[in-house]
């Protein structure tokens, strides 16, 4: 008994001091906010993450021989569904999850140059009111957005409105009052970026036009065969009743994309091909999702998260933060917050992150706590579709997380970024190179990767916990060694954490200002905790990383 009083003595003794046992697990606060501004969103293709169900890989005999990558590879709704029950994003700090579309694809196979490809990647609509069953049913997808929802975790799905599927012998092309075919885009000026095909063989959407049409002639058809065409029409019949809106393709489609909200109760869209389509389509979108929205938590009280308004991402390909608000096409300025965005994919990070630390955070959080306050950019490093990513030999990935993970606004972690999944495969062409099966098997057998997943977690969590992470005002507190604050304030909540980088490994001194004499810290990378003493902490841990928050 002697013995096990003085042990408890002792360890009273070294919490005052500052030393504490260590615990990797960042327990997940339930009492803070959401703010989109700040959050963790996992993007993945469908088909390439995880295979929940293999008896849905083959549909449609789509069993033609691909190009490598450029053919259906198994992943579905059902199999990210497994994940999320798993823990795997909840370990990761995810708060949402943009999936690639799930829409009903093209039948056929189409060659753009690149070998012959199905629409595994989602972007070749052939039917927006259904589900590929390659991804899964519509079953499927409700016990997605349930169980993400249940986890804490909202869903994105991805918007095309700007085309269908290419035209094939299984596939034939919607009717001119509906989609042009020619000429291409050569994005010389606002028009000849928006009323143009974006290949040879990718009918473009007539969402510009004022003509009133019947739905296609083959997605009649089609609706016949299934089944189901009475009941799709009497929708569209009380939609246009309700609403007022004119026959014109692009409504049509606006309530297609709604009924997703309306049935699922999805969070989100990434709209896709944003400057192609005239910006007044986009703001009638969001005008109708707000409204599903607001029906759907009107409806299923017990179901909703919290009062975020629904969120809508733009991809306006090579949009850059610096330009602010302003997308130029030459001839012409848009903004598109202006239209419904609440945020902007930001395809400038990849360059700015080549840079310092501070002159990264810094410069991000003075542009958006100024011009871009109220609104946000989703920062990247790896994408589905950019042939230059910041580090395409995976020789950066610890400092991949580092700047992304703790950069000021939302961060985009792209399926693999957190396990090093390769992104130069042998004997790919084109974007297929970045579109690889997820690397499960790394993750379970393969020390490397398990340490850099680690970090990625302890990153994402911290990220998750703190919405002065990504949505916080950033200040430098010391150069050498390398540590900042960030401080948010909303409503009755405050947030205020300290983060240092680049440290010595052991015992080391580090500034913390901002926190009261005698605040007890959890530095949460490490697990210790430790004790502000003249504005300083003692830290021994055998990482260059801390991450500090007040002790609950």
Not at 415 to 435: C, F, K, P, Q
Not at 510 to 528: C, H, M, N, W
């Amino acid at each position: 008994m002697k013995l096990q009083s003085k042990l408890i003595s002792l360890l009273m003794f070294l919490l005052v001091l500052g030393g504490c046992t260590t615990s990797d697990k960042q327990e997940k606060k339930s009492d803070v906010p959401f703010v989109w501004e700040g959050a963790n969103v996992y993007f993945l293709l469908t088909d390439r993450f995880n295979n929940g169900d293999q008896s849905n890989d083959i549909n449609f005999d789509r069993t033609q021989k691909t190009a490598k990558l450029r053919g259906f590879e198994g992943g579905d709704i059902k199999g990210v569904t497994q994940k999320i029950k798993e823990g795997y994003f909840n370990n990761l700090g995810i708060n949402a999850i943009w999936m690639t579309p799930i829409t009903e694809q093209i039948h056929g196979a189409v060659d753009e140059g690149t070998g012959a490809t199905y629409g595994f990647h989602g972007y070749w609509t052939k039917d927006w009111t259904a589900l590929d069953p390659n991804f899964g049913t519509k079953a499927d997808l409700a016990e997605l957005v349930e169980t993400a929802h249940a986890h804490g975790i909202r869903i994105l799905l991805d918007g095309v409105l700007n085309h269908t599927g290419p035209a094939t012998e299984s596939d034939p092309a919607w009717e001119e009052s509906w989609v042009r075919t020619c000429p291409t885009c050569d994005y010389t000026s606002y028009k000849t970026t928006i009323e143009c095909t974006l290949t040879n063989n990718l009918p473009d959407v007539k969402t510009e036009s004022t003509q009133e049409v019947d739905i296609p002639a083959e997605l009649a058809k089609k609706w016949k065969a299934e089944g189901r065409y009475d009941e799709e029409m009497a929708e569209l019949d009380a939609f246009f009743k309700r609403t007022g809106y004119p026959r014109t393709p692009r409504f049509y489609l606006i309530k297609w994309l709604c009924d997703y909200i309306t049935e699922f109760g999805i969070d989100g869209y990434r709209a896709d091909t944003v400057k192609h389509t005239e910006e007044s389509v986009w703001a009638d979108l969001k005008k109708e999702c707000e409204a599903a929205f607001r029906s759907w938590k009107q409806a299923h009280p017990e179901k909703v998260l919290d009062d975020n308004d629904f969120y809508l991402v733009g991809e306006v390909y090579n949009f850059n933060i610096s330009a602010a608000k302003a997308f130029d096409f030459g001839d012409k300025q848009v903004n598109y917050y202006d239209y419904g965005f609440n945020s902007m994919i930001n395809f400038e990070f990849k360059y700015n992150a080549t840079t310092s630390y501070e002159d990264l955070f810094s410069r991000y959080s003075t542009i958006l706590n100024e011009e871009l306050k109220t609104v946000g950019v989703l920062n990247y490093l790896t994408s589905h579709d950019d042939g230059s990513p910041f580090d395409s030999s995976r020789s950066k990935t610890y400092e991949t997380a580092t700047k992304l993970l703790l950069c000021p606004g939302t961060s985009q972690v792209y399926y693999g970024d957190e396990s090093a999944r390769s992104l130069e495969i042998e004997g790919t062409v084109g974007d297929a190179t970045l579109r690889s099966f997820m690397n499960w098997e790394d993750i379970a057998k393969d020390a490397k990767t398990q340490a850099l997943l680690k970090h990625w977690q302890k990153l994402g969590q911290f990220r998750r916990n703190h919405p002065a992470v990504g949505a916080g005002v950033h200040q430098m507190i010391s150069e050498k060694p390398y540590v900042f604050s960030r401080s948010f304030a909303q409503e009755n909540y405050q947030d205020y954490v300290v983060v240092a980088l680049d440290l010595e490994k052991g015992k080391k001194e580090i500034p913390v200002s901002g926190f009261e004499e005698g605040t007890q810290l959890r530095d949460a990378y490490s697990g210790k905790t430790v004790k502000v003493l003249d504005s300083k902490v003692s830290l021994d841990s055998d990482f260059s990383v801390a991450l500090f928050e007040k002790m609950d």
